[in-house]
């Protein structure tokens, strides 16, 4: 026979409490000017584990109350395939700081992926109301489904950079300003003055955070803008090899090991003959492959911190913008910028003696 589903009812006749008790016990809150005693509190409390009670989390949501339940959406296939790992490390962030503030995490999976992203819309936006507010990640997302978002008051996090009217989309992202534009100090340091930038010129925002970083620093010493295209390895190795480039920034979105390896069959050794720095971890890994200079993504920082901040948004809500929670959040705590620490491998070198003292000719932006 089927086992009998124990209702609110159920718990509220057990412990010999108005169902609306029960309700506020679950809530862990009651209307001003109702008390209700630890006896009765205990009384139901005892009624909901002899039951084995387990509330109805969008019931909840719709009478006004929390389930502590907050989601996780990724425009993208989440979970590693081919050695191909861009999510893993946000979700160990995530739930660290989920252990840490004892919420619940729910992976919203049921979008299908098509054409190499996901959508909100149909039943997306209902099923989001399951949780009290979700984090955003991906790197192609739909600014109409951002803007409905923010026009439902909805609370969401992205964890990634985000442009939005008015600044009011929150977010946790990374400095690849900063951070790409160290990379160019670091080669320049090293004797590097033909430097090229390796990775389709895209229009997300992290790819658009590292070209402006290379473009400002290569600008601030006079030197001229070379951009190589490398979704073809052996093509883009070739025009390094003659455009006789001696330092590479590399997108972590590319191959650097094929990269390099292409570049030895041309007799172009990495770091001897070039540098090549990673702008970020690499998304494809390899057996073997190199201890890469460059900077790497604090992504785990990134997925705890924003877990925390989507945390005090809902709380903020919940308060309906009374009281000190909700007023602590200034333009500091809802845009956050994570410094890119920086990667000491074995791919940086000084500039060959024949290129180091050669001179530059005026500034040329090839886009």
């Known amino acids: 026979m089927p086992r009998h ?56 949501r719709l009478a006004g109350g929390r389930n502590q339940i907050l989601g996780v959406f990724t425009y993208e296939a989440t979970f590693p395939r081919g050695g191909q790992d861009f999510y893993g490390a946000f979700l160990v962030g995530i739930e660290h700081a989920a252990e840490q503030l004892g919420v619940d995490m729910l992976l919203f999976t049921s979008a299908r992926v098509v054409d190499g992203r996901r959508q909100l819309a149909r039943d997306g936006w209902q099923r989001l109301g399951i949780a009290d507010g979700c984090l955003l ?34 977010y946790v992202g990374a400095d690849y300003v900063a951070a790409t534009a160290r990379q160019v100090e670091r080669l320049v340091t090293a004797g590097h003055r033909r430097i090229g930038y390796a990775g389709l010129q895209g229009s997300d925002q992290s790819t658009l955070d590292r070209v402006e970083g290379y ?52 007799g172009l050794h990495v770091p001897r003959d070039i540098s090549m720095l990673l702008l970020g971890q690499p998304i494809h890994q390899s057996r073997g492959s190199r201890r890469w200079s460059g900077f790497t993504v604090p992504r785990e920082e990134m997925g705890a911190r924003a877990l925390v901040l989507l945390s005090r948004i809902v709380e903020r809500e919940r308060r309906g913008g009374r009281g000190p929670s909700a007023t602590a959040l200034d333009d500091a705590d809802l845009h956050q910028i994570l410094d890119c620490p920086e990667a000491d491998g074995e791919s940086l070198a000084p500039a060959p003696a024949s290129i180091r003292t050669e001179t530059e000719g005026p500034i040329r932006d090839r886009s």
């Open 137 to 170: 990640l991906g790197q192609h997302e739909d600014q109409g489904e951002l803007q409905h978002l923010l026009d439902t008051n909805y609370p969401f996090v992205f964890v990634g950079k985000r442009a939005s009217e008015g600044r009011v989309l929150p």
């Open 5 to 60: 589903r124990f209702t609110q009812a159920d718990v509220a006749a057990m412990a010999g409490v108005s169902q609306s008790t029960v309700s506020f016990v679950l809530n862990g809150s009651a209307p001003a000017g109702v008390r209700i005693s630890e006896e009765t509190r205990s009384r139901v409390l005892d009624a909901i584990r002899i039951t084995g009670y387990s509330a109805n989390p969008v019931a909840q």
């Open 215 to 266: 473009r400002q620093a290569m600008r601030a010493h006079g030197l001229p803008l070379r951009f190589v295209d490398v979704h073809d390895v052996a093509v883009g190795a070739e025009e390094i090899a003659e455009r006789r480039l001696t330092g590479i920034l590399v997108a972590p979105d590319n191959a650097p090991d094929e990269l390099a390896e292409a570049l030895e069959a041309r």
